[in-house]
């Protein structure tokens, strides 16, 4: 068949690939840092479709395994990675830190960014009522309603210059006479 049966780790089972969780947990660990492997190298290593590996990094994402879109670049992480970075060392002491930023190829200083970035992120969303809802509610409908009136303003405007240019071509243009 394809040599995708005959990857390491993979199982047949009737008719489709199946691949046991070791193997799974296995290329996953390439994708996660230090490793950060991109997937489409992964891919060609392993034969293992791009598609069923991006299932697989977004299963490990969802488990809260730090595993970044972009690996080569930590400030290129996407803000889920970022969120599980910082969460998971938030209560570490520093050297538990400088270990786990070794192991994911960070700097503290990606952290300590990160982590203050989602504080200031949170203290400006402020709370939120009902009262703050309706009013943005009631903001809205009326530049809509302010939109809308504007468009028809627009088209009529658009209208009378067409009919002017039509009006010049038959009659042609007061210059003329």
């Known amino acids: 068949m394809s040599d995708k ?6 199982e047949k089972d009737t008719d489709m690939t199946r691949y046991s969780r070791e193997f799974q947990e296995q290329i996953a660990r390439k994708m996660m840092p230090p490793n950060s492997q991109s997937i489409a190298k992964i891919s060609q290593e392993t034969g293992v479709s791009t598609p069923t590996l991006y299932a697989w990094r977004n299963r490990y994402r969802s488990q809260g395994h730090v595993v970044p879109a972009k690996p080569e670049d930590p400030q290129g992480w996407d803000w889920k990675a ?3 970075a910082v969460l998971k060392t938030v209560a570490m002491n520093e050297a538990e830190k400088a270990e786990y930023c070794r192991q994911n190829g960070l700097y503290p200083e990606h952290l300590q960014a990160w982590e203050q970035v989602f504080e200031e992120a949170d203290s400006m969303r402020g709370p939120v009522n009902a009262g703050d809802i309706g ?3 009631k903001k809205v409908r009326h530049l809509e309603k302010e939109l809308k009136r504007k468009d028809k303003a627009l088209a009529e405007a ?4 067409v009919l002017s240019k039509k009006v010049q071509a038959i009659w042609g243009s007061k210059e003329e006479d």
Request: charged share 20%.
């Open 5 to 10: 049966l005959s990857s390491p780790g993979a």
């Open 158 to 161: 658009a209208a009378l210059l």
């Open 135 to 137: 009013a943005e509610r």
């Open 82 to 84: 970022k969120a599980a």
